[in-house]
């Protein structure tokens, strides 16, 4: 069984405040990424990391931002939310051991802004 | 342009008969598939994978074929179970470093 959390689960808040949204993982894995979904639709790439101090900006244009302190901690920050940044957001892990192998997700934490 | 497509929406199924969900894509580049399963407000779990060395991976109830030449996929649910019923993603990978990329799902509803 994957640990990887995310908090808070739910998150209502109102136009132009800045919120974060915390991912951590107790496996140690190098690798950890943010998604955001929305029903019906894929999950698309919006950061992601290859170990403390690296990050990079997914596939899809995001106004959020990350870092990446401490291995296990991942968190995404936007500065100033809006209705536009409604969405379920799910962060992931991976390891480094295997070439192949799965990406494990949290529960995702899911984004109404107001 | 979407790298992974499942084009199929939805898909009701009999308990106890034979689920098959269907994927396709497009860059040659990805070696590594993976079928993810996602109930409602929660993360997506991981089912079952295959490289592209092989044509078949089997795990119980699930097994996922491979058609390099046709770049499709599909996973057989057999048999198929009320719990079953979820969201289906299909996803790729064009090597371990790669993030993966994920097609729109595909509602299961398995009826008793």
């Known amino acids: 069984e994957a640990d990887i959390y995310q908090t808070p689960r739910y998150l209502v808040i109102g136009t132009g405040k800045k919120i974060t949204l915390e991912c951590s993982q107790t496996m140690g894995h190098d690798k950890m990424y943010w998604y955001q979904q929305d029903p019906g639709m894929e999950l698309h790439l919006i950061h992601y990391?290859?170990?403390?101090?690296?990050?990079e900006k997914g596939d899809l244009s995001s106004e959020s931002t990350v870092s990446r302190i401490r291995t296990e901690h991942f968190p995404l920050t936007l500065e100033s939310a809006r209705p536009s940044h409604t969405s379920q957001y799910l962060c992931?892990?991976?390891?480094?051991?295997?070439?192949?192998?799965?990406?494990?997700f949290g529960p995702g934490t899911r984004l109404t802004v107001l | 342009d979407q790298q992974v497509k499942q084009n199929s929406p939805s898909l009701s199924v009999q308990e106890g008969r034979i689920s098959i969900l269907n994927c396709d894509y497009t860059?040659?580049?990805?070696?590594?598939f993976l079928w993810y399963k996602k109930y409602p407000a929660e993360g997506p779990t991981f089912l079952i994978s295959?490289?592209?060395?092989?044509d078949k991976n089997e795990d119980g109830r699930f097994t996922v074929f491979l058609n390099k030449s046709a770049k499709h996929l599909s996973l057989h649910i057999v048999p198929s179970q009320p719990g079953d019923s979820a969201v289906y993603f299909c996803?790729?990978?064009?090597?371990?470093?790669?993030?993966?990329?994920f097609g729109k799902g595909t509602r299961l509803s398995v009826i008793a």
């Open positions: 996803a790729a990978s064009a090597g371990g470093n790669t993030p993966l990329v």
């Open positions: 990391s290859y170990g403390v101090n690296s990050t």
């Open positions: 295959i490289s592209s060395i092989k």
């Open positions: 860059n040659s580049m990805f070696d590594y």
């Open positions: 992931a892990s991976k390891s480094d051991r295997l070439y192949y192998n799965e990406q494990f």
